[in-house]
């Protein structure tokens, strides 16, 4: 457990743009296996440090998943709502191309999204940013793209890319529920963050008769003032940008941070790193959190939340649903449906929880420590395909 969290990072790649001059910065936490993956940001303010931290929970998620993959993350210091962000992220991109190419699979991360990458992918004469793959699995170009492009495929009103890793974060939430034996028609949760994680998991929750009670975005939040759910589908049907939109809902509006007032059986931010701190961690009125962002709990607060009896799951626990979403989809012999990646993603991420948490009881440790435990002693496979059983 020690060696995971304090072993330095194995590639650091530091960039310093020509055209506007700021910072970017590629890292990859180890270099074990065949492949690695994770996402790129923009942000306004990102540190080398804050990568580094990044990557360190991309190879968290791979081990506690099973995947044989390392974890990398990507970024750069930009603001997000600045006009030249496309171009500037063209440039990143086109530095690190030969690692996209050979071992690097990239996906979306905040302030940024597939269609982006897409687009810049097809710039740089790359058929796909996470092209990577087809050489770790063993695919020739045309079986890889094929695949790839299931990411596309339809899922009710959004995309199987889309919807993924909101998905996972709500297998995460059931399988709390599960440990906590609160039937899902039972159970009441509360959401911060409407975007395409906070959203798609309102949706996951919603859709098995979870009632979402409130939610928050990054200027107000909604709650319903009788313990009804919200109308969720009305909600996101009518939203824009990551917004809770006006009309639908059933809900009151107020101040954004009254998500953290909202009495409920779990919460979930899914939004932005330290999300909660101490002093929320000292007055929630909750029986566990489940955290789909990054670093969404600071380690204070989580020391707060576990002197109350809060279950906090990590992280880097909640938020793999789209890890395991390409071993769903890149794993099988032959080309899975939709729902056949959906339900891979539900039925590993609820044994993933129900196994940490079981032993987090049985040898009365957090589940941070379960986790922790359990990724280092994970076994390492250098020369295996990333996804699927092991042969």
Known sequence: MTDILKKKSELVVEYNDPVEGFKGWLVMDALAHRLCAGGVRVQ?????????????????????????????????????QSPGKGEALYRFI?????????????????????PELDAIGKRLSIPSVKMAIAKAQGFDLAHFLERYQMLKAPFDHVTLGKIRSGFGLAAACLGVLDFLDISPKQATVAIQGFGGLGGGA????????????????????????????????????????????DGPGGGIFGDRERIYDVHCDVLVPAAIENAIGSAIARTVAVKAIVPGA???????????????????????????????????????????????????????MRCIVRKVLERSRSESITPRESALRMCSEAPLYPDSKPYGPLK
């Open 44 to 80: 306004k303010g990102l540190t080398s440090d804050c990568v580094m931290d990044l990557a360190r929970n991309m190879t968290l998620k791979m081990r506690i998943s099973g995947i044989r993959a390392d974890g990398v993350k990507s970024g750069i210091d930009y603001d997000p």
């Open 94 to 114: 086109r530095a690190i191309r030969p690692y996209v190419v050979e071992r690097y699979s990239l996906g979306p991360d905040l302030n940024v999204s597939m």
């Open 202 to 245: 309102a949706y996951a929750l919603h859709r098995v008769g979870v009632k979402v009670i409130g939610l928050a975005d990054q200027q107000r939040s909604l709650i319903s003032p009788n313990k009804h759910s919200l109308d969720i589908s009305a909600l996101i049907r009518k939203s824009q940008g990551g917004l809770i939109p």
């Open 294 to 348: 990054n670093l969404a709990v600071t380690e204070e607060a989580e020391n707060v939340l576990r002197e109350r009896g809060i279950i906090t799951i990590p992280d880097f626990i909640a938020g793999c649903g789209g890890s395991l979403s390409m071993d769903g989809l890149f794993g099988p012999p032959s080309h899975p449906s939709v729902q056949d990646v959906l339900n891979h993603v539900e039925k590993r």
